[in-house]
């Protein structure tokens, strides 16, 4: 592809919702970022049009106490099965030693100067990866990524599960830094923690990418683990409807036709992004260049295979008007009611 042509203004779709330098944890992270120079954009544009896999940061809980961190230990550690290895490439391996480094932990932070009674003892991040990720590649990927995030300053362990189709490492890292330091992520640092992780991917070569939704045309959030684990045990019949659920049908049903605020500035963005693209896809396929030509081909298939922008509300309307018999009369599958709800 040409160095010379200046890109149209795709960085745009590809920037994160979050301003990256408000973040407080990651700067030796953000500094060797290249994404934001214009090769490092048109890069990443060709990762997301060839479909690499979208990595995942998730920040999962915090522990409250000794206790509670033990019992995650245990858990990431399969009761000491596995190997949990920190920072300085120290290896624990078995029950004792997982309960030794839970009590040091616990007993570090009861000598904070100051320290409120509900602080946290450690942060749980879970590092994963669409099905298909070989796992010794993840396992080493995660390996400097926490080295590079938390370094000397944060105490940390990880372990790698790999069990089915779908390995990811558990990192678990101390909330009470070396210096002092009170672990506290931003949304931002987040983000940085997503694109560290796809860059040692990728330096592991494996494809990988951290770009917003809106660059993929979703619109729709994915819930919280805690909905989604409520709304399983709904669907097997072992407990009320959540209630966030009940709402969300409720506002469907009931507001169905009208218009909401949000709706507009979602499409209006979605809008933006697509003709952000096509602008790129345009230049590149009057170019001289072959290879050029081809890139902007493959965007603009990549643009007719966006989804429908869709919000929930509209999902949930369109399986309301499935379920519907031409004329109008509702036959018998029906949106869940508004019963018992929590």
């Known amino acids: 592809m040409s160095d010379l042509r200046t890109p149209v203004g795709f960085e745009e779709a590809l920037r994160p919702p979050v301003d ?55 858990y990431i550690s399969r009761n000491g099965a596995l190997v949990l290895e920190g920072e300085d490439g120290e290896r624990r391996v078995g029950r004792d030693a997982v309960r030794a480094l839970a009590e040091d932990w616990a007993a570090e932070l009861a000598l904070e ?86 860059r040692t991917l990728r330096d592991r070569g494996v494809e990988a990418e951290a770009t917003p939704r809106r660059a993929r045309g979703v619109v729709r959030k994915a819930d919280p683990i805690a909905v989604r684990k409520l709304r399983d045990r709904f669907t097997a019949g072992q407990a009320d409807m959540p ?22 500035p979602i499409r209006a963005r979605q809008l933006a992004v697509r ?8 230049a590149l396929q009057q170019s001289g260049d072959l290879e050029d030509r081809r890139f902007g081909a493959a965007i603009e298939q990549f643009v007719r295979a966006l989804p429908k922008v869709e919000t929930r509300q509209d999902l949930l309307r369109r399986r309301i008007e499935a379920v519907r ?7 018998d599958i029906e949106p869940p009611p508004r019963g018992r709800a929590r």
């Not at 990866?129 to 938390?150: C, K, N, Q, S, V």
């Not at 003709?275 to 345009?282: D, L, N, S, Y």
């Not at 018999?325 to 036959?331: A, M």
């Open 20 to 74: 990256i330098r408000r973040a407080r944890l990651t700067p030796a992270v953000l500094g060797r970022s290249s994404a934001r120079s214009s090769g490092g954009a048109r890069a990443q544009l060709l990762r997301v049009v060839r479909g690499a896999p979208e990595v995942m940061v998730k920040i999962t809980g915090r522990t409250r106490d000794g206790g509670h961190l033990a019992r995650h230990l245990d």
């Open 113 to 198: 100067p100051g320290r409120r009674k509900d602080s946290p003892v450690s942060l749980s991040v879970v590092l994963s990866m669409p099905a298909g990720t070989e796992p010794h590649r993840l396992h080493d990927a995660g390996r400097a990524f926490a080295a590079a995030t938390f370094g000397d300053r944060f105490p940390y362990v990880f372990a790698l599960h790999d069990e089915g189709r779908h390995p990811h490492v558990h990192l678990t890292v101390r909330m009470l830094g070396r210096g002092g330091e009170r672990l506290n992520p931003r949304k931002a640092d987040l983000q940085a923690w997503r694109e560290g992780f796809a």
């Open 243 to 264: 209630r966030v659920l009940a709402s969300a049908w409720r506002e469907a049903v009931e507001g169905a036709g009208g218009p909401s605020p949000w709706r507009q």
């Open 275 to 282: 003709r952000a693209f096509v602008a790129e896809a345009v």
């Open 325 to 331: 018999e031409p004329t109008g009369r509702q036959r």
